[in-house]
């Protein structure tokens, strides 16, 4: 079915969007451009002007200032009907009257559109519901009905189609399969998607290109693995993933790495991974980056890897892997994921460990904040 007769789909640009709710700005000067056909993600907490950006491009917010053209077009002044936009909410707001074959025809139907049994069919085939058409939605599970919201807009065949949390009432099970089915739908119909979401593993699991969301502004943008793997803020640091941030100064540099010292450690940070403008750093690593080692293996730890020594003071399964709670001798709490491959290797609460990675693994982010001892996060000073 998938691209049979649909039109050519433009690039979403917001310009200098604004949208201030008194003297707040929920969303500050936000210029964004979401390319055609992409399925792009709007990463944040709750608070942070993801959903009011995604409500002004559907119509149902009026911009502050700024503006919002789907290629050349400017609709910043449209009425929410008159947009070549469509919205899958949450709650799916199906109509419980009418089975899915009605409830996905309504919008060609109030278009009174004629000879709309082949389009709604493709559809249902689409969304793979087609032996559930005359069935109500009371007679779905939440993960299909979901499924018929997508296909009721995608039928109007939109420039956009916005995503407000549409997996957040399903249980966990039914969240994963939706993602692959929500991905697989996208890839089909080449619409562009624009995915609004508290979700870290749903903005990464789905979209193409993450924009991670604070107080208004994008704090970056770019491809899941990239961000995941190279954050340039202690905040996507930490909103996305885990991390363990040790505050330090730049001691010296080489051709392609420096040198930092944190907490009386030693650490390398290759230059082409660090963000800090600064002799100031942040030392990062995420949890899953680093082995665990008892202390009398140190010696086996591959040269130029940085390390650390602690003792295990939390020790939690997870199936796939453990997880590590381990006190570094200057009394900061480090985690540490160590994949589940040999039965019974475990390290117990109280061994004293040492821990290592890569300086390939390292990043570095602007210093002048302060570590929490007791969380390993990072806050700004005077906050």
Known sequence: MANEGTHNVEDLHLQNLTKKFGEVAAVDDLTLTIPAGSFFALLGASGCGKTTTLRMVAGLEEPTSG????????????????????????????FPHLDIFENVAFGLRRRKVKNIDAAVNSMLELVELAPMARRKPTQLSGGQQQRVAVARALINQPDVLLLDEPLGALDLKLRRQMQIELKRIQTEVGTTFVHVTHDQEEAMTMADTVAVMNAGRIEQMGHPADIYELPKTVFVA??????????????????????????????????????????????????????????????????????????????????????????????????????????????????????????????????????????????????
């Not at 929410?80 to 709650?91: D, E, L, M």
């Not at 821990?355 to 005077?382: C, K, M, N, R, Y």
């Open 67 to 94: 503006s919002i053209h789907i290629g050349q077009n400017d609709i910043t002044n449209l009425r929410a009907f008159q947009r070549p936009v469509n919205t899958v909410f949450q709650s799916y707001a199906l």
């Open 238 to 383: 930490n909103f996305l993933g885990q991390a363990n941030l040790f505050a330090g100064v730049r001691t010296g540099t080489s051709s392609d790495s420096i040198e930092v010292v944190a907490n009386g450690i030693n650490f390398r940070v290759l230059s082409a991974r660090n963000s800090a403008p600064s002799d100031e750093v942040i030392v990062g690593i995420r949890p899953e980056k680093m082995t665990i080692l008892d202390l009398h293996d140190k010696e086996t730890i591959p040269s130029g890897h940085n390390m650390l020594e602690g003792r295990v003071i939390d020790v939690s399964y997870a199936g796939v892997s453990t997880q590590y709670l381990v006190e570094t001798t200057w009394g900061q709490n480090v985690t540490v994921f160590e994949q589940n491959v040999l039965v019974g290797d475990r390290s117990s609460v109280g061994d004293p460990v040492v821990l290592h990675w890569s300086p390939d693994h390292t990043f570095g982010l602007a210093g002048g904040e302060t570590v929490l001892a007791d969380t390993a996060q990072i806050l700004a000073v005077g906050a």
